[in-house]
């Protein structure tokens, strides 16, 4: 079983919709998470990062993390085409702050 | 502007020969990790380096070479003992001892023929 499980997709929603997109884990030491974007042939980027439990919001995103059921999700609302990515999970834990584990990426198309 | 370059975006070169992918920060950043990714296979981390004239093998090393003189450069050499070296090369760069995410790089395409 790996460390972090993440469904590959490709998900596909029309304009508008909420997305939803979810990562489960096995370690419950993970105290840091976080998500990023990644489009075609670029390197990833840092969307939202969450120390611990609960909720963070930045415009549009919204990152959930609850540790009694190891599961983080991130919701994107009001989604636009130009969200079309691979989003990937990632943590660790307060121990080791070397090395994150990773999600295998959800690949999301918003239609137009 | 800050931000990490890595040269060149697309790398093709002979089977059977070392090549070095080029990664620069100006974050003023003490880490700083070499990944792969392959399709279906996410990010897995080559070597990683904590602080200059230090660097550790992440989980897959082998064909791989790297160094750190530099705080602000962190070289990859692609030997030729790579067996697949075909793929996607991610730099990424953090503040140590912060528990926030890493930044990347564009990333270079290696392609052997």
Redesign the interface.
Known sequence: QKEVEQD?GPLSVPEGAIVSLNCTYSNSAF??F?W?RQYS??????LM?T?SSGNKEDGRFTAQVDKSSKYISLFIRDSQPSDSATY?C?M?D?GN????I????TSLAVNP | DGGITQSPKYLFRKEGQNVTLSCEQNLNHDAMYWYRQDPGQGLRLIYYSQIVNDFQKGDIAEGYSVSREKKESFPLTVTSAQKNPTAFYLCASRVTGSGEGQFFGPGTRLTVL
């Not at chain 1, 042939?41 to 840092?46: I, Q, S, V």
């Not at chain 1, 990773?102 to 990426?105: A, F, K, P, S, V």
């Open positions: 590959p105290q840091y976080m990023y042939r670029k390197g990833p980027e840092l990062y120390y990937l990632a660790k307060a702050n070397r090395k994150l990773w999600g295998l990426g």
